[in-house]
């Protein structure tokens, strides 16, 4: 996978990964859906930059000639320009690609931090820690803003939100976003495209987008246990 072409913004699937990466253990939480999760995110990046839309049997399609310039969303974009696919199918050919890339852009935008260190005193290994920029945090407040407070969410984050539910990683939130029953109810409503109607989107942006992660929502259950 090629990610040369970098945009200045991150990219939702950025965002997904830098949310899931626990700062205390300097692990990524929900290592088990991870694939499919971050494969929902970039479908819904591509759902966002109008690269995408939905078929009548509720397949995807990439929107002919209008490919993302993010190296990151090209290659699924490729993908599904080939022919319309189903949810699951693009999530288990996007999805397994994606960590490794992903994680190297926090890097590089200084998100995460690589620390040397050593095992037993032998054995040189890389450890990840909180880096320098402080927008996890940001990213985190987004999400508390709309699961907590009950906040009509932007799109971006309403996709964040149902995906980080989906992961089935919110518990380990629970010092910044309590586990409740409302924040649990509201979740749910997330993830199955209940965003209310935000003016930062277009309506049929955010409507294929809601389809979408929807239907990624859906799919990721299936997929770990298959």
């Known amino acids: ?18 949310l899931l990466f626990q700062p205390r253990s300097g692990t990524i939480a929900g290592e088990n859906t991870l694939f499919y999760v971050l494969g929902g995110a970039v479908l819904a990046d591509l759902a966002l930059g109008d690269h995408l839309t939905t078929t009548d049997r509720e397949r995807l399609r990439s929107v002919s000639g209008h490919p993302p310039s993010d190296g990151l969303l090209r290659p699924a974009w490729d993908y599904l320009a080939e022919k319309p696919r189903g949810v699951q199918t693009a999530l288990a050919a996007i999805g397994p690609a994606l960590r490794k890339p992903v994680l190297e852009r926090l890097i590089a935008r200084g998100d995460i931090d690589q620390e040397p260190r050593k095992v037993l005193g032998l054995f040189r290994t890389t450890a990840l820690r909180e880096g320098r920029t402080e927008r996890r945090a940001r990213l985190l407040a987004d999400v508390r803003r709309v699961l907590v407070d009950g906040a009509e969410p932007e799109a971006r984050v309403a996709a964040l939100a149902a995906l980080l539910s989906a992961s089935g990683t919110l518990p380990q939130f629970h010092r910044e976003i309590p586990w409740t ?20 989107a277009a309506a049929v942006t955010r409507t294929v987008t809601a389809t979408v992660v929807n239907s990624a929502v859906v799919a990721i259950t299936v997929l770990p246990r298959n």
């Open 1 to 18: 996978m090629t990610t040369e072409a970098r945009s200045d913004a991150p990219t939702v699937v950025e965002d997904l990964l830098l």
């Open 181 to 200: 029953s409302p924040v649990i109810s509201r979740a749910r409503e997330l993830e199955r495209g209940n965003w209310g109607a935000d003016a930062a």
